[in-house]
């Protein structure tokens, strides 16, 4: 058998391919949206409202339910899943699911998997990352482990809110009875691949190394920083596995339900950035990707873990081997979208607005793109700064709020990889805002790099199925890059040479006004 199954439980949707390593096709794929085809669950943009913006919580069994729904569509559409040697796969990363008994069996099959899993829940809800509140978390984890630098040192990024053992230790300090009474602690994707095994399966070492727990290169949990975190923690956890590792096979409701091959493996999942850089056939390192989705990331293969000083990047195993550097910003597409809203600009009117109606540099106007509480840098609240000429500042001007969001995010995203130390000539890029013309335009500017789209959509999904096809069906990620990883070159746009003093000058003036942002904000506290 040579067809493999990719899957990626991101923010907003739960997207599969499949693909055929005998004809090197992508022979299937297919989307659902949480917002739109699960508005049961009340979470529009794949999180639960919250009057506290600093919280961010999913509702774990959407996840799975749109699991059920995908595979019944799958199968509807004539995808033969008996077909599937194996299925790998993604979850967006940190956010973690909590149940108070191991997964071990769903079923016959006759009722949907949203029945066999609510009762295993000890938190209803998932705390997901986005989620920005568990500052005090993070300075006690740190001091008990001895300080930043060790907490760097160890797991590869500071404590950082996000992270899952943050998250974790501020679930025990408010619920200690139901922390105690969890038996199991899942990150997002090792729940998804659990469901799929029937069986509570481990934690892989690319998205635990999103954890503030695992001890980069050493690949198992960290004591110190387990009873740094919460008491009784590696009980809850299973030994952490290489990438690439089958750890079970798909339950017996998936085979009568949707007519999987009994014995079908599941390979570890991994975190959806460590996936796409699979996905992106940038396991090596000297290429870099940015991802444009809800969040942007800008990440790479690195050959030993360096860190970021300033404590914003990461370190994470690589699926491949070795390591990768991360830089995760919140204020991806919904601040772009919030934008394009504002000023009743649709997608093709925002690519013309840079295209056709702005130039690079934008006459000075300059916007600080923080349009929510950021990670990369830290800010606790939203603070969106337009600075300029004054129709500009009073945000009448369309086409130069549309150039200035973009550009704000593309020297923020520069200020912010600087720290990984290499000067990218090429940039794949992947993400829903990758097909705007008018984004790659000016990040190809801002970079002086020239900007490579992928001819696959979903860099995270295609992952999943390139890395059970690496495990399971031995062959190579560099031959499977050639074949499944091809760039769109006649959509590659190549750095505009004019532009590099405009923007090296536009750099300067971003980073002094954004120093002085975190001045003021650190001022309000
Ligand atoms: C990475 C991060 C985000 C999520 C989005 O550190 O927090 O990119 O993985 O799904």
């Not at 199954?5 to 659902?32: K, P, W």
Request: proline share 6%; net charge neutral; with cysteine.
């Amino acid at each position: 058998m040579s067809r493999y199954l990719g899957l990626d439980s991101s923010t907003q949707s739960l997207s599969a391919i499949v693909i055929d390593t005998a004809t090197s096709q992508v022979v299937a794929s297919h989307d659902i949206n949480f917002g739109d085809r699960l508005p049961g669950y009340g979470s529009p943009k794949g999180f639960l409202p919250n009057p506290d913006p600093t919280i961010r919580h999913a509702d774990p069994l959407m996840w799975i339910d749109a699991l059920d729904l995908l595979l019944s569509e799958l199968a509807g559409k004539g995808v033969d899943l008996s077909s599937i040697a194996a299925i790998g796969g993604a979850g967006q990363q940190h956010g973690s699911v909590y149940l108070a008994a191991p997964i071990a069996g769903l079923g016959d099959g006759a009722s949907p998997l949203r029945d066999r899993i609510r009762p295993l829940l000890s938190r209803k809800t998932a705390p997901i990352w986005m989620d920005t509140s568990t500052t005090a978390e993070c300075a006690e984890i740190a001091r008990a482990a001895g300080g930043d630098d060790v907490v760097v040192r160890v797991s590869g990024s500071r404590a950082i809110e996000r992270f899952t053992g943050p998250q974790i230790r501020k679930f025990w300090k408010e619920s200690s009875k139901d922390y105690e009474r969890t038996s199991r602690i899942q990150l997002v994707s090792s729940f998804i691949a659990s469901v799929l095994a029937g069986e509570s399966v481990p934690i892989e070492f690319g998205d635990g190394s999103g954890m503030n727990l695992l001890e980069l290169g050493a690949g198992n949990w960290n004591q110190g920083l387990l009873d740094a975190t919460a008491p009784g923690l590696r009980e809850k956890l299973q030994a952490p596995v290489k990438s690439g590792t089958v750890v079970g096979t798909i339950a017996d409701y998936f085979v009568r339900r949707y007519g999987f091959a009994k014995g079908t493996k599941i390979v570890a999942f991994t975190g959806d950035n460590p996936s796409s850089l699979v996905g992106m056939g940038a396991t090596s390192p000297g290429t870099a990707v940015l991802s444009l989705g809800t969040s942007d990331t800008v990440f790479a293969a690195m050959a030993a873990p360096r860190t970021d000083p300033k404590g914003y990047g990461h370190a994470f195993a690589n699926p491949a081997g070795g390591f990768m550097a991360l830089s995760c910003f919140i204020n991806g597409s919904l601040a772009r979208e919030e934008v394009a809203k504002a000023f009743g600009l649709d997608w093709p009117a925002f690519a013309n607005a840079i295209l056709k109606e702005t130039k690079p540099g934008n006459g000075g106007n300059l916007l600080l793109p923080f349009f929510s509480p950021e990670i990369t840098p830290r800010l606790s609240r939203a603070c969106a700064t337009y600075l300029g000429d004054e129709a500009f500042t009073h945000k009448t001007m369309p086409a130069a709020a549309a150039r200035a969001v973009v550009e704000g995010q593309a020297l923020n995203l520069k200020a912010h990889s600087r720290w990984i130390g290499e000067t990218f000539q090429t940039i794949r890029v992947t993400g829903g805002a990758s097909k705007n013309p008018g984004i790659l335009r000016v990040l190809a500017d801002v970079f002086q790099a020239t900007i490579l789209p992928l001819k696959t959509a979903n860099a995270s999904a295609l992952g999943g199925a390139v890395r059970a096809a690496q495990a399971v069906g031995a062959a190579s990620f560099a031959d499977l890059a050639g074949h499944f990883s091809k760039p769109e070159t006649a959509l590659a746009v190549a750095p505009d040479p004019a532009t590099k003093d405009c923007y090296a000058q536009l750099q300067e003036k971003f980073d002094r006004a954004l120093a002085d942002l975190l001045a003021r904000e650190l001022v309000k506290g």
